[in-house]
């Protein structure tokens, strides 16, 4: 086997494509933030750019094979990652927006979508499949623009949520019984669609029976090694493994991967998986976006500009007009209602997904295909401004009185509604002796706390006496964002490990400059490192102990005063 090579021949083609695709994302994406777009509308340009501008040749003909395979990666870390964050607590407190909204939403929207591709020709079952993919939303760019207009528990951003979490839960039914509405496969479409569905009530079924037995123990085993490695490899195998599953009994990858996640989501890894795999799913799906830019062509696009402009200015105001009737009926205010209705108006990534599959499926022609993927990236790229222009218009409109009815808002949109959000509380990084005894003092005294501990035996017990705790690493941005540092007053790092203590407080002083950090040193020469790293007080273990120490031995021979007018 031949490791090294010279010249420019022996470059490896997937090597060359992830070079050119990367380095495209990057300056692509520089651009879009500064006109405060959507990264993700950044990475469709990228391929985009890059399938038009003949760049690609360079790596040869096999990129086309290679960018399927990375995309394929993409989706089923986004489907299993989907499955880790999907919270039935969650569900069950959204069950009316989601059922309610989401079911006024989806289906207004599918019926005028799939009437629209019946009048242009298309069969019943291709029909209701493109209206499923136009109803959906892109959750990852409202969500986004919500964080940017410092509104994401509002109750806009909640109704929004609500109707994700119904179409996230459609999409993977869907999935089930796409093929055979679509025709594919042996038998009718009647006997297809019922055997899809008994193959996935056995593949779900198996995934239940083996989220209580089987792979909770082997996760358990795995984090009890503390290796950060090992942990990372269960939890991509986990995730491969049941994709590779279903697609042993003819169902989808990404089904598969999202059921992965279901599997692991209520359990104390749920946050630890996230923070492992969340780099990688950030990675792919960037891969994943690139891939459908590049299938894009321009001179389809330009010789059908006016069906895009039509379609994209059509979808957007359809669906923008049906959310906020969706989010009317729940009873919301004028509003939220419109932060709702801007937040869902364009198609999404699942949207993609989902035509890609029904185009491969040889459902929808190559015009109307290529037509589609266009109004889906320029409707996710101009949702953020149609948000900040709802900002900018709901002055102008409650100045006029048309926002001043009062109305009650739904209880599970309200702030006191929500399932509990922490603020002004205490992240104890470390539940050793001494975090157990701050935990045990802080609770006394009614201060809130919310615990980060790598120990699976110790966080079992912590959920079994109902603490806040998760079982994750505090030197991962992603968990100190689980853990809301932003939200926090103060963090402590009561092991006294003091470069993974340094690394921990740099990164909860980039999210929130105004925390209190507290630390722990064995030394002097560490306790001089956590300060200048921004620890607002470092208890040096053997400056505490050699104090202790000498007050216990002067007090047997002289007075307290004695012991307090010595200098230290």
């Known amino acids: 086997m031949q490791i090294v090579a010279a010249g420019a021949d022996a470059i490896s083609p997937i090597f060359g494509l992830l070079t050119l695709v990367l380095a495209g994302v990057v300056l692509v994406s520089l651009v879009l933030l500064r006109f405060r777009q959507s990264q993700l509308v950044g990475y469709f340009l990228c391929g985009v ?11 040869g003909e096999q990129w086309e094979g290679w960018i399927e ?30 059922l309610v909204g989401g079911s006024w939403q989806v289906g207004l929207v599918t019926v005028a979508a ?10 019943a079952g291709p029909a209701l499949a493109v209206g499923i993919a136009v109803a959906l939303s892109s959750t990852a760019v409202s969500i986004k623009s919500f964080q940017d207009l410092g509104m994401p528990d509002s109750p ?42 008994a193959k996935g009530a056995v593949f779900l079924g198996v995934c239940w029976f083996l989220s209580g037995r089987g792979i909770p123990q082997l996760l358990h085993a795995v984090a009890r090694t503390r290796s950060r490695e090992l942990f990372t490899v269960a939890v991509i195998g986990l995730c491969a493994a049941v994709a590779y599953g279903a697609t042993l009994l003819e169902l989808s990858a990404a089904l598969g991967a999202f059921a992965a996640g279901l599997v692991v989501s209520e359990s104390i890894y749920s946050h630890r998986v996230l923070a492992e795999i969340l780099p990688f799913k950030d990675l792919f799906l960037t ?27 059509v979808i957007l105001v359809v669906k923008f007009g049906i959310g906020f009737f969706a989010a009317r009926r729940l009873g919301v205010a004028l509003r939220p209602g419109l932060f709702a209705a801007a937040s869902l108006a364009s198609t999404g990534e699942f949207s993609l997904i989902l035509l890609d599959r029904i185009e491969g499926l040889g459902a929808l022609d190559a015009r109307a295909f290529q ?7 320029i409707g996710m790229g101009l949702v953020p401004g149609m948000m900040r222009m709802v900002e900018r218009v709901s002055p102008v409109l409650q100045r006029r009185g048309w926002l001043q009815r009062k109305e009650s808002c739904p209880t599970e949109l309200r702030p006191e509604g929500e399932v509990e959000t922490l603020e002004d509380h205490v992240i104890i990084c470390g539940f050793g002796p001494v975090g157990r005894n701050l935990h045990e003092a802080l609770s006394r005294a009614g201060i809130r706390t ?34 809301r540092v932003r939200q926090a007053r103060s963090i402590a790092f009561t092991f006294p490990d003091a470069r993974a203590a340094a690394a921990g407080m740099r990164l909860a002083r980039e999210k929130n400059p105004e925390i209190l950090v507290y630390a722990r040193a064995k030394f002097t020469s560490e306790a001089e490192r956590l300060r200048e790293s921004g620890a607002n007080h470092v208890f040096h273990d053997e400056r505490e102990s050699g104090q202790a120490m000498i007050r216990s031995v002067v007090s047997s021979y002289a007075p307290e005063e004695v012991f307090d007018e010595m200098a230290w």
């Open 156 to 197: 806009g951003a909640r109704v929004a949520l609500g109707v994700a979490i119904f179409q996230d839960v459609l999409v993977i039914f869907f999935m089930i019984v796409l093929p055979p509405l679509l025709g594919a496969g042996a038998g009718g479409m009647v006997s297809g669609i019922g055997l899809a569905m």
């Open 49 to 59: 750019l890059l399938a038009n501008s003949g760049v690609l040749a360079v790596v």
């Open 371 to 377: 037509v589609l993927l266009a109004c889906t990236a």
């Open 114 to 123: 799939g009437g629209t591709a019946l009048a242009f020709g298309l069969g």
């Open 69 to 98: 395979v990375l995309a394929e990666f993409g989706i089923v870390l986004l489907m299993f990652t989907l499955g880790v964050e999907f919270s039935v607590a969650e569900m069950r407190h959204l069950r009316r927006v989601a």
């Open 287 to 313: 891969i994943f976006f690139v891939s459908v830019g590049l299938v894009v062509d321009l001179e389809v696009v330009a010789a059908n500009w006016p069906w895009i402009a039509a379609g994209t200015a």
């Open 450 to 483: 919310l615990v980060i501990e790598l120990n699976a035996d110790t966080v079992r017990e912590l959920r079994r006496q109902g603490v806040r705790v998760l079982f994750a690493d505090a030197r991962h941005p992603e968990v100190l964002e689980m853990a």
